[in-house]
């Protein structure tokens, strides 16, 4: 059983929003960067794995179980890092452990003290007094000390200063050198998964667009520039397109077509995961504008 996360068909309909049947698989030791524009889906569906709200249709499965009924035992494996924390901000860092280890039966007060080490935590200084990437930092402290087997991290390193934004990704990956550990990494900075992620799951207004390998995303696309006399009517091979005075820009998943088309007049570039998220979502806001 190597899948450590299963969704399938998951839905979940608001008033103004809708998830359309999600499909997400994550095995043991690997990164999944889950990217998408603020708006797309990715709270919400973090928030159904999590079971804190009750989807419409769909499964969801960690560590092979359902994550409905064997909430309690499926929660003693996970560790939550997200943007908000939600510590009381009267207590210090060791009154706060102290009254969050009790709900762990895998608890390892030495591992947590590692990390108070490692991450410089101030035991005696009340929460609300930490910076943001101090309150991560005990965030993933916590997390860590209860041996959780899968983190899920939501916009984790949102406002936080690139110095620590580092450092973090740092941990986070040599977290996995554990085979037995995941991370399901979901935020708008892409930047951060072009470092650490194995994999990439892509969300638009509530729909997956696209799941796989980082390496076979970025193999795949291609960035191509050009001269405005360049682009004729034939864009087939084009997903979403930038113009301007001086050209265009376009990303495309077929580069032999490309240079076939084009020849060598046209300047092909590597993609960022960024470039991948900006072309693809743009492309279905005007999409959904035309109608």
């Keep these: ?137 005990f965030s993933l402290a916590i997390a860590l000390s209860h041996q959780a087997e899968l983190l899920i991290m939501d916009e984790p390193t949102s406002g936080l200063d690139p110095l620590i934004r580092s450092e973090l990704l740092d941990v986070l990956q040599s977290l996995l050198q554990d085979e037995n550990k995941s991370i399901f990494f979901s935020t708008h900075i892409t930047s951060d998964l072009d470092k650490i992620a194995d994999f990439i799951t892509l969300i638009n207004n509530g729909e997956i667009i696209l799941s796989k390998t980082k390496d076979e995303l970025l193999e795949e696309h291609c960035i191509v520039k050009g001269s405005k006399k360049q682009l004729n009517n034939d864009q087939g091979n084009f997903i979403g397109l930038k113009q301007n005075d001086f050209g265009f820009e376009a990303l495309s998943k077929n580069k032999k077509e490309v240079i076939k088309q084009f020849g060598d007049s046209i300047m092909i570039e590597k993609p960022t995961l960024e470039d991948i998220m900006v072309f693809y979502t743009r492309r279905s806001d005007h999409h959904v504008s035309s109608h």
Excluded at 31 to 53: A, D, R
Excluded at 69 to 74: D, F, H, S
Excluded at 85 to 92: A, G, I, P
């Design 1 to 137: 059983m190597n899948k450590i996360l299963e969704v399938s068909n998951l839905s979940k309909s608001y008033k103004d929003f809708s998830l359309k049947g999600i499909n997400i698989t994550l095995e043991k030791g690997y990164i999944m960067g889950f990217i998408g524009p603020n708006g797309s889906g990715k709270s919400t569906t973090i928030k159904l794995i999590m079971n804190l709200i009750k989807k419409n249709s769909g499964n969801i499965k960690i560590f092979g179980l359902d994550n409905e009924q064997n909430n309690i035992a499926i929660k003693e494996r996970i560790g939550f890092v997200y943007d908000e924390n939600h510590f009381y901000e009267e207590l210090t860092v060791k009154e706060m452990k102290d009254v969050i280890s009790p709900f762990y039966s895998r608890w390892d007060e030495r591992i947590f003290n590692k990390y108070v080490k490692d991450f410089e935590l101030p035991l005696n200084k009340e929460i609300k007094h930490l910076s943001k990437g101090m309150k991560m930092k």
